[in-house]
Nanobody, 125 residues
């Protein structure tokens, strides 16, 4: 049974930083691409960033480009999202997700078949 558990969310002032983690268990973490999504209040789930099974980073969402960095540690079965220069519009529940493929297959949530429960990020302006 694959389980994904996010952590690291919280309340931060605009301009601050947070680092999210996603611990994976119950599956071959190192064999699959991973991604971060987010869902703000009253909004649809939005793609943030993805990373291939071996650490190659695919294009970020325009809204986070230059501010967020996705990474993974396959030895630790953990996915990360470093978020800098946070803005109020980054407020959302952040989800990690596991793809059914090794490589990037798109930004649609339907490509990803395992999801964490999410961690809340709130940015105060």
């Amino acid at each position: 049974q694959v389980q994904l558990t996010e952590s690291g969310g919280g309340l931060v002032q605009a301009g601050g930083s947070l680092r999210l983690s996603c611990a994976a268990s119950g599956g071959s973490f190192s064999n699959y691409a991973m991604a971060w999504f987010r869902q703000g209040p009253g909004k649809e789930r939005e793609f943030v960033a993805a990373i291939t099974y071996n650490g190659y980073i695919t294009p970020y969402a325009d809204s986070v480009k230059g501010r967020f960095t996705i990474s993974r540690d396959n030895a630790a079965n953990t996915l990360y999202l470093q978020m800098n220069s946070l803005k109020a519009e980054d407020t959302a529940v952040y989800y990690c997700a596991r793809s059914s493929n090794r490589y990037y297959s798109g930004s649609s949530p339907t490509v990803y078949n395992y999801w964490g429960q999410g961690t809340q990020v709130t940015v105060s302006s």
